[in-house]
């Protein structure tokens, strides 16, 4: 089984910089996409970033030019660099795989707070 574990949330000032890690563990195949979702309260989840084992990303409108996703395949993690942030941006961010053929798995999440 596949085990996420986030790290890096935490409280910044608007215009701050967080970033977060994701390291993956388990049963972990080669072809995978792994990213970000977030999810405020009482909103729906919603994608931040992914990036594929082969290194193609996708950004959400709303963080382009602001945050950066970045992953090591040796070390099986997942970063995401986030700049500017604004108070819009506080969520629980959630550390996203997803093996090819196989289920989507999900990290136990980490609190973003950005205050203005």
């Known amino acids: 089984q596949v085990q996420l574990v986030e790290s890096g949330g935490g409280l910044v000032q608007a215009g701050g910089s967080l970033r977060l890690s994701c390291a993956a563990s388990?049963?972990?195949?080669?072809?995978?996409?792994m990213g970000w979702y977030r999810q405020a309260p009482g909103k729906l989840r919603e994608l931040v970033a992914i990036?594929?084992?082969?290194?193609?990303?996708n950004y959400a409108d709303f963080v382009k030019g602001r945050f950066t996703i970045s992953r090591d395949n040796a070390k099986d993690t997942v970063d995401l660099q986030m700049n500017s942030l604004e108070p819009e941006d506080t969520a629980v961010y959630y550390c996203?795989?997803?093996?090819?053929?196989?289920?989507?798995?999900w990290g136990q999440g980490t609190q973003v707070t950005v205050s203005s």
């Open positions: 388990g049963s972990i195949f080669s072809i995978n996409t």
């Open positions: 990036i594929t084992s082969g290194g193609s990303t």
């Open positions: 996203y795989l997803r093996v090819a053929y196989g289920p989507t798995h």
